[in-house]
């Protein structure tokens, strides 16, 4: 599958990074409309995006949410996937309330620190094999 070919969104994430993976797959399990597409930061399609997008692959200091040209990143990319997950996890909109200007320094702290928190993987994360139609 091709970027241009993603009927919806494609997120970007770390896929050396234990957070980052579990999300994947948190996201993976919950979205049964099948509404978002993932790619790895370290994968070909996410270096690309990146890139198109003004950041440095190799130095990834955000989770990015595409829609064709649309970019989300930070805290506003972590809201827009949990409100596209439908509820409860819509319910997660209401942090919206909270300016970005105070939830994406939280945000970029973590993003900073989440090898050293929450662990870096040997290998990148492997989606489950039912959701390799979903992997770009």
């Known amino acids: ?55 440095d692959p190799d130095d990834p200091a955000s989770l990015l949410v595409v829609e064709g040209d649309r970019m989300r990143r930070d805290s506003d990319a972590v809201l827009a996937i949990y409100e596209g997950l439908g509820f409860p996890w819509s319910l997660a909109r209401m942090f919206r309330i909270v300016p970005a200007a105070l939830r994406d320094p939280v945000y970029r702290a973590i993003a900073r620190n989440r090898y050293r928190l929450f662990g870096r993987r040997d290998t990148c994360w492997m989606a489950p094999e039912r959701f390799r139609d979903r992997i770009l």
């Open 1 to 55: 599958m091709t970027m241009s070919a993603s009927p919806g969104p494609i997120i970007l994430f770390d896929a050396e990074c234990v957070l980052c993976s579990a999300n994947a797959r948190f996201v993976l399990e919950r979205d049964r409309a099948a509404t978002f597409r993932l790619a790895s930061m370290q994968s070909e399609v996410g270096r690309s995006l990146y890139r198109r997008h003004g950041m």
